[in-house]
């Protein structure tokens, strides 16, 4: 079974720009969850999407947005990039609320 | 409010040594699980164990055991006879019942094994 697919690994991007990352979950899961990681800030929760809806939002500015397909694969944008969005974004994928998550290796983002 | 303390930063052990990484959580909720990840460097946060909060028994899993107690809010993790390859930032993780998958993380406990 495969496990949770993001891609690309690592990206580069200047101030202002935008950035769109992909995340394929785990087959037969329908939750995707978004985490942030930083060293200042630690392992932060974006948002969570299930059946293509979204069920959670952490507290990111509306610069940060993402979006589920009906194959449960996920999105997330940011736009308008600052520095301080350099970050390990990580996806997991769960099979439904409470279970355990499953994560992907991550997409390294750095802001110059 | 949801809230999960790792209050060892850093820790540094011989090879073949026990170690025990702390977590201590907090919780309004009843209904929670509880959760401990590992990050080796390569980046990926490695799934160990999952307990809910109506189920306190203590778990062993090789090399590995977790104690869970209630009373004191607090889901320690045990490494027996560790090995190099135990090295790693270890993660402890709240789920409260949000209708929603959002976890909680601990700041995260570095662990290195020496040989």
């Known amino acids: 079974k495969a496990g949770v697919t993001q891609t690309p690994r690592y990206l580069i991007k200047t101030r202002g720009q935008q950035v769109t990352l992909s995340c394929s979950p785990i087959?037969?899961?329908?939750?995707v969850s978004w985490y942030q990681q930083t060293p200042g800030q630690g392992l932060q929760f974006l948002f969570e999407?299930?059946?293509?809806?979204?069920?959670n939002k952490g507290n990111f500015p509306g610069r940060f947005s993402g979006r589920q397909f009906s194959n449960s694969r996920s999105e997330m944008n940011v736009s308008t990039l600052e520095l301080g969005d350099s970050a390990l974004y990580l996806c997991?994928?769960?099979?439904?609320?409470?279970?355990?998550?499953?994560f992907g290796q991550g997409t390294r983002l750095t802001v110059v | 409010a949801q809230k999960v303390t790792q209050a060892q930063t850093e820790i540094s052990v011989v090879e073949k040594e026990d170690v025990t990484l702390d977590c201590v959580y907090e919780?309004?909720?009843?209904?929670?699980?509880l959760f401990w990840y590992k990050q080796p460097p390569s980046g990926e946060l490695v799934f160990l164990i999952r307990?809910?909060?109506?189920?306190?028994q203590n778990e062993i899993s090789g090399r590995y055991s977790w104690n869970f107690q209630k009373s004191t809010s607090s889901f320690n993790f045990t490494i027996t006879a560790s090995q190099v390859v135990d090295s790693a930032v270890y993660f402890c993780?709240?789920?409260?019942?949000?209708?929603?998958?959002?976890?909680?993380f601990g700041t995260g406990t570095r662990l290195t094994v020496i040989p």
């Open positions: 919780t309004r909720d009843t209904t929670y699980y």
């Open positions: 999407y299930f059946s293509e809806t979204q069920r």
């Open positions: 993780a709240l789920h409260s019942e949000t209708g929603a998958n959002n976890l909680f």
């Open positions: 307990r809910n909060s109506f189920d306190e």
């Open positions: 087959s037969g899961h329908r939750s």
């Open positions: 997991a994928s769960s099979g439904y609320i409470g279970a355990e998550a499953f």
